[in-house]
C-alpha cells in the first residue's frame, strides 16, 4: 500500500511540474516571427537591454525612412546575455539615441516586433543574435 501511495504522489508531483512548465517551453517559441523575411530597420536606439531570458532592442524609425512599412516603435528581440556576448555584444553595444541599423523577421500578426538576425555597426561589421542560422537567413 505505502509503495503505491509513494508511486501515486510521484505521478501527481511529476503532472504538476510538467503542467507548470509547459507555459515556460511556449515563451521560448519562435512560432510567432515569420523567419522566411529578413526585414531591414533604419531607426534610433530607444532602449536596449541585454537580458535574460531574452535580450531586447527598442527602436524608432521616422518617417524619412526608405521602407514606410517600417515606421514606428519596434522591439527586436534577442538571446539571452550569455549567447549574445559570445557573438561579441557588451551593456554598452548600444545606448539611447545611437542611430542603428537592424535586419530582423517580423511577427506574424503584423505587430510592431521582430526577432533579430543582426545589427550594423557604424564601420559596417555585423553583431549576430547567434551562431544558428534559419535557412532564410543568408548573408
Known amino acids: 500500500m505505502e509503495t503505491k501511495r509513494a508511486i501515486l504522489s ?12 509547459r507555459p515556460s517551453l511556449a515563451h521560448h517559441s519562435r512560432a510567432m516571427f515569420d523567419v522566411t523575411k529578413n526585414i531591414t530597420y533604419r531607426g534610433v536606439v ?3 537591454r541585454l ?4 535580450s531586447h532592442i527598442v527602436i524608432t524609425v521616422g518617417p524619412d525612412t526608405k521602407d514606410p512599412s517600417t515606421v514606428g ?14 557573438q561579441g555584444w557588451s551593456r554598452m553595444t548600444y545606448k539611447p539615441g545611437d542611430a542603428i541599423t537592424v535586419v530582423a523577421h517580423p511577427m506574424k500578426n503584423g505587430s510592431k516586433g ?15 543574435r547567434a551562431q544558428h542560422r534559419y535557412a532564410s537567413e543568408s548573408e
Do not use: C
Request: charged content about 15%; aromatic content about 12%; cysteine-free.
Open 46 to 48: 530607444k532602449e536596449y
Open 73 to 86: 516603435t519596434w522591439d527586436i528581440e534577442a538571446a539571452s546575455i550569455d549567447i549574445m556576448v559570445s
Open 114 to 128: 521582430a526577432l533579430l538576425f543582426y545589427a550594423v555597426q557604424p564601420d559596417g561589421t555585423r553583431l549576430y
Open 10 to 21: 510521484l505521478m501527481a508531483v511529476t503532472g504538476v511540474l510538467l503542467f507548470a512548465a
Open 51 to 54: 537580458q535574460n531570458p531574452h
